[in-house]
């Protein structure tokens, strides 16, 4: 018992003698290993819980006792968790908000059937009110269900699931061995339009199944099923069932099985699709199965398996965790805190029963929203890419739905509801001088504000020691790491068909230089012969470069830096790969690569530069800007900055092999202490310090550079 025993506004209720209406209907359930009460409105569908103390109350309202009675019989059961008759009153209210209870007359059948029409049309209105859902019943196939449902009833066995453990991990065996061939050229295949094209047609197929493994699954355990329709998600239409019946179910297994079976029809899908696109030819059938793996396989995990949106792994692990409901009564949870920890409200209930199930509710509030609001904007960005005006509804629609809305209720409550009535103005205070101080601190509050980037230590491009000509390396001519003077040899390359072409080309050019001499007296001939002349002399001329340019020598004096030079004999590198460097010890410097975002603030607002070796991070150096490349580029000066060198640059997989970023890119060069001795590609992690400013001009300029980059707007 909490709070004051005797309530003031008692007598209005204690004569009373209502009693739960006939389309009430009670069950008992376990969560978190506590024994709670359902009672299911069987028109509307929707299901309230009570504790075991509340339902001391309501188990006893049968037309006959007064309130007072009943409130006396309960007191006397429960002794110290004696229900105060303010909870008592409270109670009642939500009982006959929810129209379970009726007092002193009989049902009100018109009353009933206009409830259910209004329970329907309040609940498609919270359906409509996000564009990740937006449902429109169809149908209600429950005899259908009850018609076919004994030849898939064997599937929901010990039986069954070993056949479906077998199915899958079989598929996933045989896709894992044949996974370069099944993802090669993902994304061109998956986005041409023949593909496109096809997938549509499979899609819905793939989605009833989906949702008829959900049905099944309720009606295997005894509920119903009585709504299937269409979910417009970002007016995509995707069928659905309402499985909401489950809820009624007493085994935490058996709700969660039905949470999971979509999921597990549409991996049995794809694993049947695997061992079709393995059997089949390439044509239409192989092109059906690789959609029912991609769609049934891949986005069922990526979506339906994600409990951060309400789909099914979303009521897996409420079921898992035996917390219901946990999308509604996360933000419940939320407000009662403010309520009652900020705002001193008495009167307020909590919503959750102990603090681990308040940390469950407030954590998945937090991360769930988030989440939610990132993924809709995101897929608005995207439509708008292609749709402007579409995507910009969408997320106008979204931000509504998602903050306007909720604030606007916010805003509200604290006017009908009695219980913060009385703290009205100190919610009002409290809330607007919050607001204001986080208006504060994201447009006045100036914060420190810096770019991070990474580069490596560089000897410019001329260090550079790069094959001329292609061939094998045949010797190291130089000891590597130790000084060399220009134009000393370095390298010897060797290409066995130019040798071999050379002698040939030489015995060539002399017998057309006979014959040239032999032709003397015919004109034509001799014009003839003069071209032929030209044409062999600058072939042999550059094959004699090229086999010149097989001796790789020093373009400048400098420390000559060899990587694995004890592994290169034998290896083969093309014109233009790199091989080493000769690096002039006074000619080192830093070269650094900024994203195309932050150069701006890089070139125009940087008050100082830090840099940090990566091989001693504690230690800061200052360091100065020497040049900056005007133009963007996508060329790394090393690996070491790629994702697969540990940077933070994804390589291009266009470009053949060669060092170039998925994304443009500015160089800087610059100056710091401590270089000499550092080896060539060290990796140095820098950071450009700028004045101090609040967060909502660096948002501004994020959220600028989205739309320029995306929508050119």
Known sequence: MSGALFSPQWYRVAPLKPRLRQHARVLRQHYRGALWYLLQDRITGRFHRFTPEAYEIIGRLDGRRSVQQVWEDACARLGDLMPTQAQVIALLGQLQQADLIQADRLPDVDRMHKRGRSARLRRQLQRTGSPLGFYIPLLDPERFLNATQRFVAPLFSAWGLLLWLTVVLGGVALGAAHWQALSANFADQVFSGQNLVLMALVYPVVKVLHELGHAYAVKRWGGEVHELGVMLMVFYPVPYVDASAAVAFHSRRQRAVVGAAGMMVELALAALAVVVWVAAEPGPLRAMAANVVMLAGISTLFFNGNPLLRFDAYY??????????????????????????????????????????????????????????????????????????????????????????????????????????????????????????????????????????????????????????????????????????????????????????????????????????????????????????????????????????????????????????????????????????????????????????????????????????????????????????????????????????????ALDPKAHGEAQSFERLFRLDLATVELAGRRIEDRVHVLFQHPPEPLAFRWYRHVRRVFLRQLGV
Do not use: C
């Open 316 to 649: 897996i692990l409420s079921d898992l965790l035996g917390i219901p409901n946990l999308a509604q009564r996360g933000p419940q949870q939320i407000g009662y805190l403010l309520a009652s920890r900020v705002f001193g409200a008495r009167g307020m209930v909590p919503v959750a029963e102990t603090a681990g199930e308040s940390r469950w509710l407030v954590g998945y509030a937090l991360l769930s929203f988030g989440y939610r609001l990132s993924v809709v904007m995101a897929i608005a960005l995207l439509i708008a890419t292609q749709f402007f005006l579409v995507g910009v509804l969408l997320a106008l629609w979204s931000l509504t739905a998602a903050l306007v809305w909720p604030a606007l209720k916010m805003l509200r409550r604290p006017l009908v509801d009695h219980r913060l009535r009385p703290r009205r103005w100190r919610i009002y205070g409290l809330g607007g001088g919050a607001l204001a101080l986080l208006l504060a601190l994201l447009l006045v509050v100036p914060l420190p504000l810096a770019t991070r980037a990474e580069g490596v230590v560089w000897g410019g491009e001329e260090a550079v020691l790069r094959a001329r000509s292609p061939g094998f390396v045949a010797a190291v001519l130089a000891q590597p790491g130790l000084p060399v003077a220009r134009g000393t040899p370095l390298v010897q390359l060797r290409d066995p068909e130019l040798e071999e072409r050379v002698p040939v080309m030489e015995a060539e050019l002399a017998r057309a230089e006979r014959e040239f001499q032999a032709a003397q007296a015919d004109a034509n001939q001799v014009i003839a012969l003069q071209e032929s002349l030209r044409f062999l002399r600058e072939q042999l001329e550059r094959a004699r470069r090229q086999k010149a340019e097989l001796l790789m020598q020093a373009d400048q004096a400098g420390d000559f830096l060899l990587p694995a030079a004890a592994d290169l004999p034998g290896q083969y590198f093309k014109r233009g790969d790199r091989l080493g460097y000769v690096a002039d010890p006074a000619a080192l410097h830093v070269a650094v690569l900024v994203r195309e975002g932050d150069i701006d603030a890089v070139r125009d607002r940087t008050e100082a530069v830090e840099v940090r070796f990566a091989a001693n991070p504690l230690r800061v150096l200052p360091a100065s800007i020497l040049r900056l490349t005007p133009a963007a580029t996508h060329d790394l000066p090393s690996r070491v900055l790629s994702l697969e060198g540990g940077g933070h640059f």
